[in-house]
């Protein structure tokens, strides 16, 4: 069990007939902004969300899948350090994706078919904790850090396509999936609900926004991808990327 969802730990500076198949595919872009840039830090504490210490430079981290960072501790136990025992974000180009297969038989039956991720990222950089689930969640986290008072929240937002396509003309809407927000250990009882990153339905294209992140915290959210499975498409396999970026003020 983690601590209180505030924490106090300082950080060192520093989809479809015959089975279709429907793929969705996240990109992991990460901004390290110094200079002007995450949740506006309100009364009550949303998800799971511990407090850093100002620290020059100002940063923001995102990520969406795979991540990695480096350190001396090797907290993580695989070559890869915490942020609060001292690690330091890496860029990480990996693009994962969350995918279903739809049977032939239940195609546009309405009932929503659970998408898996190719992530293997279960444990939280910032301590090591076991927090999603995989295939079944994809992580989302990051931080955004200030060189002294607090700013106002930094948005995480998606750019999302209009439609998945399968190379032959064949489309089906990107509001056909939608994602549920939890986390291992996240309850109201101890205060790490509701979340940051909270459950949506993907726009039909354009930008939205899936989070924010107050000025000096760190915060994350693992997410449960379903193809809602309204539409008969044709069969193939359907693909499409999200975008997902994180500003700051």
Known sequence: ????????????????????????????????????????????????TATLTPASPKAVYLQVGNGTFAGPTNCMGSGSDCYSSGGTPVNNATVNTVSVTVATAVVGNGTAQAMTTNSTQADSFWDGYGFCTVPAQLYI?????????????????????????????????????????????DTAANGFLPEIFPGGTFVNGGTQTVGSMASNTWNESCWNFSYLNTAVPGAGTYTGSVLYTMTSP
């Open 1 to 48: 069990m983690r601590s209180n969802p505030l924490s106090t730990r300082p950080h060192p500076p520093g989809m479809m007939p015959e089975a279709r198949t429907v793929r969705c595919g996240h990109g992991w872009p990460h901004r390290t902004l110094f200079g002007a840039v995450l949740l506006a830090a309100a009364g009550s504490v949303q998800g799971y």
């Open 141 to 185: 986290g990051g931080f955004y850090r200030t060189t002294g008072a607090a700013t106002a929240a930094a948005q995480v937002t998606a750019t999302v396509p209009a439609a998945l396509t399968n190379g032959s003309g064949g489309t089906i809407k990107f509001s056909q999936i939608s994602w549920a927000s939890s986390g291992n250990g």
